[in-house]
């Protein structure tokens, strides 16, 4: 028991030392001045006189010594002090002598026989005011190498590192080892493993390739969303290959002093150079490799140092080293030019967003190490999770296993999967006190919303409804489509529209008033209609001409404003055509409603009743003489 506190403690301490000696030094510093105050009172004379006494005390006989220091003077007394109660013969004195001088000082020293020297003048606070003009200096010092202190620790991984600067300036001397993982572990992206197979031969036997004269390209630029795999990919291509892997971020660079990253760029190269074949991967390259010049910190700041040895070091290859660069950004659009230069990043590579397959692929790798249930369909997950990437997929997985954990479930079931994806989706159950009506008009929209759905000819088929609120949604109806869709047609977007529009419209129709749920339907339905008719072409005011305002980022899926390129009667255009088209599927929601009241009507009682339907429960509702009546109706609704 006792032997194993020691043990415990002993780290602990060693945490303590490491984290406060910099502060006892500091402290140290702190209290320099006032030591050195200290010894001037202990040392110093007791007495500081007035001018006047000292002549008086001089003309009377009884100064044996004077000591002058410019303005100052100290001296000593032959007898007691004819005032204060400590004057003794031989005591010290100080006095100030005026600083235009005495003229009849010096005569009345020599009449009366004293012993005169002269000194330096004193600078004023001597000693004391030295140390007060450095202490702030001596502060930041210790502030700066405390933080390098910091720094370095934090990158050679938590407080095995030693840390002094040589090392802070190498950056961490990361071992570099051979990743474990393989292409086998990349699920999906066949194009991506394709474009890199030829560097791993390149990687495993460069003789051969040296010998044919044959060149590799230097280096590669793995572009892609967030989450789909560069940086699993850059590892595997190590791994793959048998090669060490030396990697830094880009982010790691914007450190704290210029020069440091441009050295660490240099020791990285070195390093790789020396264990060739080896990869070197820089990750977040956009956060260092950011166009020039339009930096905030001026012409010369870290990071343009940083991307320029990254440039030089990239241009020293001789053409025979084994080394391979890697480079991963979700922002290729704002990377420097001379980055892509040839000789540089030449090679491009684009992971995209996996489709229904690699994303069962991806499951599969996921749940390798996870107990999973019988009833568990990859298939149908997968074909629930559009959008996701494979980050996205693993934190899918993760959530499932612990939602089961929290069941104390001892596999993970479909149903841990199917609440996983509501929460990454939609955000975690929300505990709301919802008021009756409220509740009814939140199930009348949903089933507005539902009821569209099933019944416009084009959308996407029904997943579920629910009026449970989650994250900031207080219900919702999804819809997933058969497979990916890589073009929208215009009936499909025209009967979209309808759907997003058909939960105030059943509001309309049903309570005779619409409310502040549909909100965000009026929202995502006007972004819907104004990107149809400027970027599709799809009305017959505008025609195809571009009038949009906006650019989309390719992998951010966020976008960016642009200036507006066009006339004002353009615009009134654009949003008498976006009202139109608006108002039409309002329009065709509102006559789907009207013509399936009871319907509609049976799919609320169930709702407020069951709170979510599944895909199954909604067809029972919306029976199939239902269906036969919407195909008659159908050719009478408003088409695209
Ligand atoms: P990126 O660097 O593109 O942002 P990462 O490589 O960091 O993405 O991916 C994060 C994690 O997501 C990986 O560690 C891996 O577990 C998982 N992942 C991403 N893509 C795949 C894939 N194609 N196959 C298997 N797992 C993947
Ligand atoms: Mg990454
Ligand atoms: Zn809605």
Not at 209 to 224: N, S, T
Not at 310 to 326: K, N, P, R, S, Y
Not at 360 to 365: Q, R, S
Request: proline residues 5%; aromatic residues 6%; contains cysteine.
């Amino acid at each position: 028991m006792a032997n194993k506190r020691k043990n415990n403690q002993r780290p602990l301490l060693n945490a303590m030392q490491l984290k406060w000696w910099p502060w006892l030094l500091l402290l140290l510093l702190l209290m320099l001045p006032y030591l050195f105050f200290l010894r001037e009172a202990v040392v110093a004379p007791a007495y500081e006189i007035p001018y006047s006494e000292f002549k008086t005390l001089l003309k009377a006989g009884k100064v044996t010594e004077v000591q002058l220091h410019g303005e100052a003077a100290t001296g000593r007394l032959s007898a007691p002090m004819p005032i204060g109660p400590q004057g003794k013969a031989g005591e010290r004195f100080k006095t100030r002598i005026p600083a235009f001088g005495d003229e009849s000082l010096l005569p009345a020293l020599e009449a009366q026989g004293v012993e005169v020297h002269v000194g330096e003048p004193k600078a004023a606070g001597g000693w004391f005011a030295v140390v007060i003009a450095i202490l702030p200096w001596l502060f930041l010092m210790g502030l700066l190498f405390w933080a390098m202190q910091r720094a370095s620790r934090n990158l050679s991984g938590g407080l095995g590192g030693r840390g002094d600067l040589q090392q802070f300036l190498r950056g961490a001397t990361r071992k570099a080892e051979v990743p474990h993982v393989t292409f086998a572990d990349v699920a999906g992206q066949e194009n991506a493993k394709r474009e890199v197979q030829e560097l791993v031969e390149f990687l495993r036997q460069p003789q051969q390739y040296r010998k044919l004269g044959a060149e590799v390209p230097r280096g590669v630029l793995l572009m892609g969303a967030p989450g789909t795999g560069k940086t699993l990919l850059a590892r595997a291509l190590a791994g793959e290959a048998g090669v060490p892997f030396y990697s830094i971020s880009g982010s790691e660079f914007i450190e704290v002093f210029v020069g440091v990253g441009a050295s660490r760029v240099r020791n990285l190269f070195q390093e790789a150079k020396k264990n060739a074949p080896s990869i070197i991967f820089i990750d977040e390259l956009d956060s260092v490799g950011r166009t020039r010049g339009t930096g905030l910190g001026g012409g010369h700041d870290e990071r343009e140092q940083t991307l320029n040895q990254i440039l030089a070091e990239m241009d020293g290859f001789t053409g025979h080293e084994a080394v391979i660069v890697l480079a991963a950004t979700n922002r290729p659009d704002v990377l420097d030019p001379a980055l892509l230069r040839p000789g540089r990043f030449d090679r491009h590579v684009t992971l995209d967003l996996p489709d229904r397959n690699d994303r069962v692929a991806i499951l599969k790798v996921h749940i390798r190490k996870v107990p999973i249930a019988a009833d568990v369909d990859l298939e149908h997950i997968a074909a629930g999770t559009p959008g996701f990437s494979g980050a996205d997929l693993r934190n899918l997985v993760n959530e499932a296993a612990l939602l089961a954990a929290r069941e104390r479930s001892k596999t993970v079931t479909m149903q841990h999967f199917e609440d996983a994806r509501d929460k990454l989706l939609l955000g975690s159950v929300r505990t709301l006190a919802i008021q009756p009506e409220e509740r009814h008009r939140l199930a009348v929209h949903e089933a507005g919303h539902t009821l569209v759905a099933y019944f416009v000819p084009h959308a996407d088929p029904l997943y579920k409804v629910t009026i449970i609120p989650r994250g900031r949604a207080l219900g919702g109806t999804q819809q997933l489509p058969e497979e990916e869709r890589h073009t929208l047609p215009e009936e499909y977007l025209r009967d979209r529209l309808a759907v997003v529009l058909g939960g105030r419209a059943a509001e309309k129709q049903l309570l005779s008033s619409v409310s502040s749920g549909a909100d965000d339907d009026i929202q995502k339905a006007t972004q819907l209609a104004r990107a149809m008719v400027t970027r599709w072409g799809m009305s017959e005011e505008i025609g195809p001409v571009d009038l949009r305002e906006s650019e989309e980022h390719p992998f951010l899926g966020r976008e960016i404003a642009q200036p507006r390129r066009f006339s004002e009667s353009s615009a009134q255009a654009v949003d008498t055509a976006v009202r139109r088209l608006l108002s039409e599927a309002e329009q065709a929601a509102t006559d789907i409603i009207d013509s399936h009241r009871a319907a509609l009507d049976t799919l609320i009682h169930r709702l407020e009743e069951r709170e979510t339907l599944h895909r199954e429960e909604i067809e029972q509702c919306l029976a199939p003489q239902e269906r036969a009546a919407a195909t008659a109706t159908r050719d009478n609704l408003p088409q695209g």
